[in-house]
């Protein structure tokens, strides 16, 4: 067992390294509720903080703080007013939302300062760094209702935060604003967070939250691009307001600049690290540009390419390519790239004075398979192929022969190929030949 777990820990700190390397010097900014701090388990979160920090990796934390100011409201025996999910901060309100935000922030700031020897911050020194930097303006009078000292942002001091992610502290933003006439605003830590990413340009946001985004069949939703998100929104009616509110927001910060927003569900232990540590992450990814795509390979595709064939290569699946082949072919391939890496490929081959192509070197990842990511490249390959008039579609497989039959291949002699092919067929393989029309 304990190889075991040595060998799980060999192989995922080294499939971390590329996001490690991918990282530093990124600026992340990371929102999270006033419920997570009454969590036990806060300190596991405010570790990985640390470690995140220790990466090199530029971080604006932002926290909530909606249970401890309902706490003291209780306290004051003042009622919990809220409109269209809006706080309606009155005078009593506001000086409950100032006593719990300052204590709140308090608490952190001494967790993040936290330094014991052999515990997860030995040795971190990290120095965190709280200010004004967020200006507000009255939330005001919306369909009669007053909100008074509830306000919405204005401006996020980006000049101030960037030069203290510079100096290499954490900077850390509360659900307060402040106005140039001197106000105090209460504002939603999830404003405050999509406000600053997009001032600060950040690489991500990240929301912990405290549901995941789910199917109809109750699976995480792994991957959202910003059409999608749309489209999600404006066909479920009846989401949770606050998971609606954050998917507005991720759509919003999309359109202005955020490449990347991560959903992540803070009650799994380290499932910050697995987000962003591992390429299919524990959340869900909203992103501008598609998180995985097919598309025509390049010649910098070789090398994972290579990597991808090479087991099927030593199992005999496959026909060994060298890399000087490969790359002198590169063209006829198309591949499935996930996050950088290259998950699956496909091989097309037409021939001179011919209407019939030849499907070759289709290889899924072995982490990836049975998820369709094969059926995708052959589909991809069919309508290309009949926008260049291509009739037929052949194969040779020593191993895979149910998988084409069951896309539509059937068997097929060996003198229907093209005369070229009929001419390098290896008989030592065997290969069975399957053909289909399109």
């Known amino acids: 067992m304990k190889t075991t777990n040595n060998s799980e820990f060999t192989y995922l700190f080294r499939n971390s390294a590329p996001y490690i390397n991918a990282f530093r010097g990124r600026t992340f900014v990371i929102v999270f509720s006033g419920d997570a701090l009454l969590d036990d388990a806060f300190d596991n979160l405010v570790h990985d903080f640390a470690l995140l920090h220790s990466l090199g990796i530029r971080l604006v934390l932002v926290h909530g703080a909606r249970p ?35 204590s709140t922030r308090c608490e952190i700031e001494a967790l993040l300062s936290m330094g014991l020897a052999n515990s997860p ?24 209702i007053d909100y008074l000292h509830t306000g919405e942002i204005r401006r996020i001091d980006n000049d101030a935060i960037t ?26 830590a999830e404003s405050v967070a999509s406000n600053t990413a997009v001032a600060l340009h950040a690489d991500k946001l990240i929301y912990l939250t ?20 749309k489209q999600y929104l404006a066909t479920n009616d009846t989401l949770y307001p606050h998971t609606r509110n954050i ?10 600049g955020v490449h990347r927003v991560h959903i992540v569900n803070r009650n799994t232990d380290g499932a910050l690290l697995q987000e962003l540590f591992t390429r299919d992450g524990i959340g869900t990814l909203i992103s501008v ?51 950088g890496m290259i998950v699956a490929c496909a091989a097309s081959y037409t021939f001179d004075e011919t209407d019939i192509a030849e499907l070759a070197c289709l290889a899924v990842h072995s982490d990836y398979q049975d998820q369709g990511r094969g059926e995708t490249l052959l589909n991809y390959i069919e309508n290309t192929a009949r ?52």
């Open 247 to 256: 998917l507005q927001s991720a759509a919003q910060v999309c359109e202005n």
């Open 163 to 188: 030069d203290l992610l510079d100096r290499g502290n954490i900077v850390l933003l509360s659900p307060i604003a402040y106005s140039p006439t001197g106000e105090i605003f209460n504002v939603t």
């Open 289 to 339: 540009d598609e998180y995985e795509g097919t598309r025509a390979a390049k010649i910098e595709d070789v090398p994972g390419i290579l990597e991808l064939i090479k087991p099927m290569e030593q199992l005999g699946i496959l026909v060994r390519r060298s890399r000087e082949r490969l790359e002198m072919e590169i063209s006829n391939f198309v591949v499935v790239e996930r996050d």
């Open 68 to 102: 401890q100011i309902e706490q003291r409201l209780a306290l004051f025996g003042v009622d919990v007013n809220y409109a269209n999910n809006i706080r309606i901060t009155d005078d009593t309100a506001l000086q409950c939302v100032k006593d719990a935000v300052g």
């Open 387 to 438: 926008q260049n008039n291509i009739k037929q579609l052949f194969v040779l497989s020593t191993r895979t022969m149910h998988w084409f039959q069951e896309r539509g291949f059937s068997t097929a002699d060996i003198n229907t190929l093209p005369i070229k092919r009929k001419t390098l067929y290896n008989y030592q393989r065997n290969s069975k030949v399957f053909i289909k029309s399109l």
């Open 121 to 144: 911050m030995a040795g971190a020194r990290l120095r965190v760094v709280s200010g004004n930097f967020v200006t507000a303006k009255p939330y005001g009078v919306r369909d009669g």
């Open 210 to 229: 405290e549901k995941l985004l789910l199917q109809d069949n109750n699976q995480t939703i792994r991957e959202l691009s910003l059409k999608a998100t």
